[in-house]
């Protein structure tokens, strides 16, 4: 590498011997018209119960909704900027749905470290998204992060 090469290990967040159980982190996001087509479009899932209010009125949810992948991906949002930050890798995601999120929503997606695994540098998290204090989602991840050289 010259002098000049960027090194991303500059831009890492948490490092591993840094976490402990029970640390936490959020972001908070307002969910708007705009963000659900967009979601729609780059994940082509085009259900008319995101994208149709008309047809979504006559749905269970009598409107539309988010996508509730869109609140999902607001706990990689976490991951990957505020805990354990960058440089860290996702491994795995369970997810239950609970609620509906709708246009104006603001989601407030949080991870909590729950176990370390040191000898694989693994760390497990509660993931949960909030709207007004109400659970929309949960489930927990598994999150590979870089050590100390």
């Given at each position: 590498m010259s002098d000049g090469t960027r090194k991303f290990d500059e831009h890492?967040?948490?490092?591993?011997?840094?976490?402990q159980v029970g640390m936490s982190a959020a972001v908070g996001r307002t969910v708007n018209d705009a963000d659900i087509l967009l979601f729609a479009g780059v994940s082509g899932d085009t259900n008319p119960v995101h994208l149709d209010e008309e047809l979504?009125?006559?749905?269970?949810?009598?409107?539309?909704?988010?996508?509730?992948?869109?609140?999902?991906?607001?706990?990689?949002t976490v991951f990957g900027t505020k805990l354990p930050g960058p440089g860290c890798?996702?491994?795995?995601?369970?997810?239950?749905f609970k609620a509906p999120v709708r246009a104006g929503d603001t989601v407030v997606a949080r991870v909590t470290v729950t176990e370390l695994i040191p000898a694989k540098r693994r760390a497990k998290f509660a993931t949960v998204?909030?709207?007004?204090?109400?659970?929309?989602?949960?489930?927990e991840a598994e999150i590979m992060v870089p050590a100390r050289n």
């Open positions: 890492y967040g948490y490092r591993f011997e840094d976490l979504a009125a006559a749905s269970m949810f009598e409107g539309r909704i988010a996508h509730g992948m869109l609140s999902a991906s607001y706990i990689s890798i996702y491994l795995a995601q369970s997810l239950k998204c909030t709207v007004a204090g109400k659970v929309v989602l949960e489930g």
